[in-house]
């Protein structure tokens, strides 16, 4: 059981560049999101699905798509990247709504100049 | 909305003293409580929780309480390793998953 795998594990972008941050599961859990950690802010909720084919916003949605067409991947798209998204990305999943137990990939450190 | 609170760090102990990080919390219904903790380098690890009011959470010799009276959670343990170093984080859980809200984290340095 590898978990939850989350790659790259570093990127440097420029202002206005597009990509796609990976994360994947191999624990058949429902459920995934995406965080992201910013120094004295904690881990706010960007994005999370209940299931494939089915997702929503969190707390910081604005700059960031999901789409999660397998119950295995759920990945993150910056459009147009902005410094403002410089920040460590974090993909989790749970198995279930009930459980509330998340586990967490190692992360992704994004810079945006 | 809902909201967390922990101790501004960071916390630096001696190896064997005890350990307390406060958090309290602001929730509308009947949160569940968690601990996890972030080691450099990695994600993070659930280290403990509880479900209900008067609930004691642990593992690898930290513990909780829920206390609903005084909405907080705090995090001790008795004797702190070098091993424990790293930043513990507080959440709460109100409305399922998708609801995991965060403390800011409080790193904790242990020195030999």
């Known amino acids: 059981n590898a978990g939850v795998t989350q790659t790259p594990k570093f990127q440097v972008l420029k202002t206005g560049q597009s990509m796609t941050l990976q994360c994947a599961q191999d624990m058949n859990h429902e459920y995934m999101s995406w965080y992201r950690q910013d120094p004295g802010m904690g881990l706010r909720l960007i994005h999370y699905s209940v299931g494939a084919g089915i997702t929503d916003q969190g707390e910081v949605p604005n700059g960031y798509n999901v789409s999660r067409s397998t119950t295995e991947d759920f990945p993150l798209r910056l459009l147009s990247a902005a410094p403002s998204q410089t920040s460590v990305y974090f993909c989790?999943?749970?198995?279930?709504?009930?459980?509330?137990?998340?586990?967490f990939g190692p992360g992704t450190r994004l810079t945006v100049l | 909305g809902d909201s967390v609170t922990q101790m501004e760090g960071p916390v630096t102990l001696s190896e064997e003293a005890f350990l307390t990080i406060n958090c309290t919390y602001t929730?509308?219904?009947?949160?569940?409580l968690f601990w996890y903790v972030q080691y450099p380098g990695e994600g993070l690890q659930l280290l403990l929780k509880?479900?209900?009011?008067?609930d004691k959470g642990s593992n690898k010799g930290f513990e909780a309480t829920y206390r609903k009276e005084t909405t907080s959670f705090h995090l001790e343990k008795g004797s702190v390793q070098v091993s424990d170093s790293a930043v513990y984080f507080c959440a709460l859980s109100d409305q399922g998953f998708q609801k995991l809200v965060f403390g800011t984290g409080t790193r904790l340095l242990v020195s030999p």
């Open positions: 989790a999943s749970t198995e279930t709504a009930a459980y509330n137990e998340q586990f």
């Open positions: 509880a479900t209900k009011a008067d």
């Open positions: 929730a509308t219904g009947y949160p569940s």
